[in-house]
């Protein structure tokens, strides 16, 4: 590693990222070059929530701006004003994606295949993955990024930002999940979808990690042996059984 390198540390997946200067440089995948004509397209669109794409490096590595700031996970969770500008910002960011219109020949990683597809998602939008600036904050990691649909997207980031955890309680998370979802301003027919969404996601994450030991695939093995499994299993039975409490506090 050259010594103006600083290697980053976090994240459940890419291993390899250093800082060089302002930039950060990942390791590129399949999906690099799809990923990169995205973050592209939001620039040239004036979305300020994601990192600008520089290319890749002489070693091709996919170059990135680096963001500065807290990451969301590292404070406190977010109050109801917090999570409804998070659900705004990531209204802005599903209306930019809208009108992005994706090489011929992309390649994307998507872990779990979404509900349907309606618009390129970035599939992992959750407080580990959100850098709170001073002047914007930013989503990055979107390696995951890939066709899906608002509500998929959404329905993971309501796991992560409300949080929807097993031995939560359903009075004091859901006035929270209804501040995000007012924050994106979600139309009646797809609040009513929501919950359902919601509950098939985070099965969906269990499910992958359990079908990574069961074939070796990593880094979902890992995760798996590294504890997520006992998180993801229940999460997704505390959001079935509650699923009248999420309907009410959306409707």
Known sequence: MDSDEQVLTGGNVAAGVVRVGDTVRKPAGPSSPAVHALLRHLERVG?????????????????????????????????????????????????????FVAPTDAQWTVAIPPDRVELVCHHDLAPWNLVLGDDRWVFIDWDGAGPGSRGWDLAYAAHGFVPLSAGGDP?????????????????????RALPALIGAHTRGMYDLLVDGVRTGTQPWARLYADGHGRHWGPAADYVDAHRDAWLTALD
């Open 47 to 99: 979305f300020d929530g994601a990192p600008r794409s520089h290319g890749f490096d002489e070693r091709g590595r996919h170059v990135l701006d680096y963001v500065p700031g807290p990451m969301a996970d590292t404070r406190p969770p977010l109050g109801p004003d917090e999570l409804r500008r998070v659900g705004a910002l990531i209204r802005r960011l599903h209306d930019a994606c809208a009108r």
């Open 171 to 191: 009075g004091v998370d859901a006035p929270r999940l209804r501040a995000l979802v007012d924050g994106y301003r979600l139309d009646r027919a797809s609040r």
